[in-house]
Structure formats: structure tokens, C-alpha cells
């Protein structure tokens, strides 16, 4: 080849190049280089003009739209410009002055019918992309006060808002969805409903603001970690609030997975269909004034990993699942809450270490606290249930459980229910529940210290496969059948102070007795045992009997005080100094005062009957005979 020919061929190259850079930089702003069939450059006024669409830029747009579910319509957002891309490929490249983004300049510089605005509504068809430094402001002075946003059957056909690297502000508005062929928001179902997503290095601040009818729901089970977007996401390394908003009708309501202090302040979140607040390895969110009702999954689910951020200041309602849920977390502190009938319970542990759980109450709940899967470390402190189902519920695989200073009311089956290893319940109050503690088989190494029991029918009540049950400063008041009722063996009663109920101790199964006192029960002390029952320093002053040892029921009694109309029945074994006896005088009195009022009131009906039916004249003696005087 001829070095001419080789020259002739690069000056035709430099030549079209040239002539190509001076057409493209002869385009008015506003046409597309990429589409000749673009509006005029007078209805598009822009401060930068139409660049060429260099590879490298083809090439980001086309990420960025592989990334976001491929939608048929795209606008990413730069500092200086808006690429529009239709099917993954640019189609229009507008220039713009930089500075916050608001809708009137995004309109100007997109296709007509991508934005539409129409009074105080306006209409988005279009994913839209922030970059690095960019800025969408909705609301204010001038602003539409509602944001459509379109979606459709496919995930292709969403308009969602991307804040990229950008950053979203908005204020006093309302977002939801539209489903253009019937002019509603889109159901729950829909594939393609939008989203509002905040990305790695991206921040959305929303002030007074409705999020109403967006995100997608999982494929299965609502809850289940599956496909599916929330109507609020906070992406890995995002930021931002969320103050005085409501996010309702979405799939999940807001997620916040991997982001960087996010600051939730007077959050509703409602009617969402899965979840709706999931905190998943968030790191250093605020939460003040939550509020979760009526939504299909859980109130508020954290799981993830280990947690810097308490679970603190929520009331829940309503929700299909549970009020709260902690997964799969360490060291999570859960604090101020207060749920109220929820489908499944108020607050449930799963899979989680060391947590601790202060001022938590639950009111008309199926279970107020459910702990379960290998969960460990796990203190409540200061929790109140109030009615319901169960107070407290320790599955079987939980160790290491500790509740203090907390109060179970009106529980229909259980204040308490353990069923784990390793279980300790220190200054807690039960009342008028049906049994105020219920030890489960296959619970063992459980320890009660100052246990009240007010009401209720039964008290303390242990099943059989059960171990290393340790009683100490036990007080039942007035139940109806049983204070203590155990077919654990060994078990170890220390300190009990039981006034009036059916029966003391009702005892199935082996045990130790000390310092005890049982006072105005029908019956003190019935043991059915096979195993040896140790009674010491005990005083009984019942009612009717005092002591009750079956049959084949060895029973030793060590220095106690019996009291009752039949002190002893069946063979057992003194020791020491016992005093066997009748009631004290004051006990009989107490028994024989009915009997007195009974008899008042029978005399006195019987005298009003003679009265009606004139039998009450007294006969007159016959007078003496006149000798005899």
C-alpha cells in the first residue's frame, strides 16, 4: 500500500471525524444525537448543550439500566446533563444548569407523556437514576402535591425513583402508584409496581409525606426473605430519615438492610402486605415514635447479624404476624415497646444471643414474649403482659433465660410457660391467670425466687420429665385448686407462704419441703409420690386436713406445726418435735361463724313464715287447781 493512499485515507478520517464533531456540536440543546426525530431545541430550554453519546457513556447508562429490572423507559441525572434511554439505549441527551432537580425542569427535559403534570398531581412513566452528587426536590411552594408513579404487570413496566448516588428530599407530598388502564393505584400482586430505592451513597430526607401503594411482594410466604422490593428500601451504605411519614399498602413498608444511620421519627408504617419496618444489619438508625399496625407479616422484624441500634419507642397493632420479631441477632436491646393484639403474639426471639429486652408490654396477645430456636443470653426486664393467651412462652431450645421484675395479668392458659434449660424468674407477679407458672417436659435447671401468685386457678405446676426445679420465697394467694401442684422429681420448695386455695402442695413426685407455710386451705399437704417426700419446719393450719399421705407414699415430717379438723390422714414418718392438732381457736371461729349466720338467718325465715300463717300466738298454761295453791 502507497504511503499517499495510506495518507489519503487518514486525512478522509480526520475530515468525517471533524465534520461529525462540528454537526453534533452544532445541535441546538435539546435534540437527540441519537434520534434525529427529536422536539425542536425551542421547546426544550436548557443551560448546556446536546453532547454526542460517547461509548463510555452508552456503557453506564446500559448498567445502570441492567441493574434496575430493565425498564422500557430510563432518565439518569447527572450534574450537567439527563441521559434518557428507551430500552436500555440512549435516545436523548439533555443539558441542564445543575442544582437541585425539581419536576418542572425534568419535564422540560423529557419525551412528552414521560412526566405529565396536571395541577397539584403530577404523573411519572420513567425510571428515574440520580448520580453522584445530584439532588430531586419534591414538594413546597409551587409543587404538585401528589406524585404518580405508573407501573404495570412486569417489573419492566415500573417507574421507580433511584436516588443512585443523588440524594431525594421530599416534603408534605403524597407518592403512590397508577395502573394507567383503570387510573387506580396498583394491587399488590402487580409485578411491576414501583419503589422508591436509596443506594450505596445515596440519601432520601421525607418530611410529612405519604408512601402509599408501592414495592412488590415476595414470591412465598409473606415475610420470607424472597424476590420482592419494599415501598421504602435503604440499601448497603445509604443514609437519611424518614420523619413523620406514613408508608401503607406497600409489600414490605420500609427496609433499611446495610444502611448507615437512618433517623425514623414518628414512623407509621400500615395495611402494608408483608412486614412493615425490617431492620437488617442497619448499623446506627435512630427510632423514636414507631408505630406498626394492620400489616400482613411481622410489626417490626430486626434479624441480620450483630446490632449496634436498640429496638426502642414502637407500638404495634393488628399485625399478622408479630408485633416485634428479633432474628438471628446479637446483642440487640429491645426497649419501650408496647404491642397489642397481634395475630401470632407481641414480641418474638428467634435464633438470637444476648438480648435484652426493659419496659415491654403487651396487652390481648396469643403469646406476650415467645423465645425459641437456640436462642441464648436472653433478660426481660420490667415486662407487663395483660391478658391474652400466654405471658411468657420459653420453647425448648432456649438457655439461659432470665425475667425479673415483671408482671403476667389475666393470662387464659399461662402467665408463664417454660420449656427451655437454664431458666430463672426473679421477682415476678402473676395473677388471676388460669396457671400462673407452668414448667413444660423436658425443662430443666429452672429457679423461681420471690414468685407471687395473686388469683388464678392453679399456681406453680410442673410436669413430669422435668428437673432441677428450685422454689425458694414463693407466695401464692387465694387460687382456686392448686398453689403448687409437681410431678418433677427432687423438686426443692424453700420459703413458701401459701394463704387459702384448695390445696398447698399437691405432690406427684418426689420433693423437699422447708420452711414453708400453708394457712386457710381446705387441705395442706396431699403427696401421691412413689419417691420420698421431705417435709421440715413446715406449719399447716387448714381448714379440713392437714396432711395427706397416700398410700404407698413414704412421707417424713420434721419439726413442723399441722393444725386442721383432721391433722394427719395416712402412715407417715415424725421426726423431731411435731405438733398435730386441731385448728386454733381463731381458725374455728372463722369456720364456725357461717354456721352461726346460717342458723341466724333460718330462725328468723321460720318465725316469718308462722307469722303469715298466724301460727305464732303462744299457748297459755292451764291455771293451777285452787288445793294446789
Known sequence: ????????????????????????????????????????????????PTQLVMPDTAASVRRAWESRGRPHRMAVVRDHRIDVATEGRVTRQVGRAGGPLT?????????????????????????????????????????????????????????????????????????????????????????????????????????????????????????????????????????GSLVRTTVTRGS????????????LEQLTVSDNTEDGLVLAGDRGTEMSGIRATGNGGNGVLASGETADRPVTSISTNAN????????????????????????????????STDVTVTNYTATDQRMGVFTHVHSTGVVLDGVRTIGGGRGLVVEKSTRGLEARNSTFDGARVAGVAVGGADVALNAVHVSESRSAVRIERGAHDVRLAGLTVDGGRDGLVTAGGTSGVVVSDLTVNDVESD??????????????????????????????????TIVAAREGIRSRSPEPVYASRVTVDTTELGVNAAEGSPFTLVDSNVHALESVRGAIEQRGTNDLSLPPLNLLGAIGIPL??????LEELHTRRQRRIGGTARRRRPPLPAEAS
Open 103 to 239: 419536576l418542572a425542569t425534568l419535564d422540560r427535559a423529557l419525551p412528552a407523556n414521560w412526566l405529565t403534570l396536571d395541577g397539584d398531581t403530577a404523573t411519572l412513566d420513567t425510571t428515574l437514576v440520580l448520580t453522584r452528587g445530584t439532588s430531586l426536590r419534591l414538594g413546597g411552594n409551587g409543587s404538585p402535591r401528589t406524585l404518580q408513579l405508573v407501573g404495570g404487570a412486569e417489573p419492566s413496566d415500573a417507574a421507580s425513583i433511584h436516588t443512585g448516588g443523588g440524594r431525594i428530599e421530599l416534603t408534605g407530598v403524597t407518592v403512590t402508584s397508577l395502573e394507567r388502564e383503570t387510573g387506580q393505584p396498583l394491587p399488590a400482586t402487580a409485578k411491576g409496581r414501583p419503589s422508591i430505592v436509596v443506594s450505596g451513597g445515596g440519601r432520601l430526607d421525607a418530611t410529612d409525606v405519604t408512601i402509599t401503594d408501592l414495592g412488590t411482594v415476595s414470591e412465598g410466604t409473606p415475610g420470607a426473605e424472597e424476590d420482592g422490593a419494599a415501598a421504602v428500601e435503604f440499601r448497603r451504605g445509604s443514609t
Open 596 to 601: 352461726i349466720v346460717l342458723a341466724v338467718v
Open 252 to 263: 414490605t413498608g420500609v427496609s433499611l438492610s446495610h444502611a448507615e444511620g437512618v433517623r
Open 483 to 516: 398453689a403448687v401442684r409437681s410431678f418433677t422429681p427432687d423438686a426443692r420448695i424453700t420459703g413458701a407462704a401459701i394463704t387459702g386455695g384448695g390445696t398447698g402442695l399437691d405432690l406427684a413426685a418426689g420433693a423437699t419441703i422447708t420452711n414453708t
Open 1 to 48: 500500500m502507497s504511503g499517499d493512499t495510506t495518507s489519503g485515507r487518514w486525512v478522509g478520517r480526520v475530515l468525517a471525524t471533524g465534520l461529525t464533531a462540528a454537526v453534533g456540536l452544532g445541535l441546538t440543546a435539546g435534540v437527540a444525537a441519537a434520534d434525529p426525530t427529536a422536539a425542536p431545541a425551542a421547546t426544550q430550554p436548557v443551560a448546556a
Open 320 to 351: 399478622g404476624a408479630f408485633g416485634v420479631a428479633v432474628v438471628g441477632e446479637t446483642g440487640t436491646r429491645v426497649s419501650d415497646v408496647d404491642t397489642t393484639a397481634d395475630d401470632a403474639g407481641g414480641l418474638r426471639i428467634s435464633r
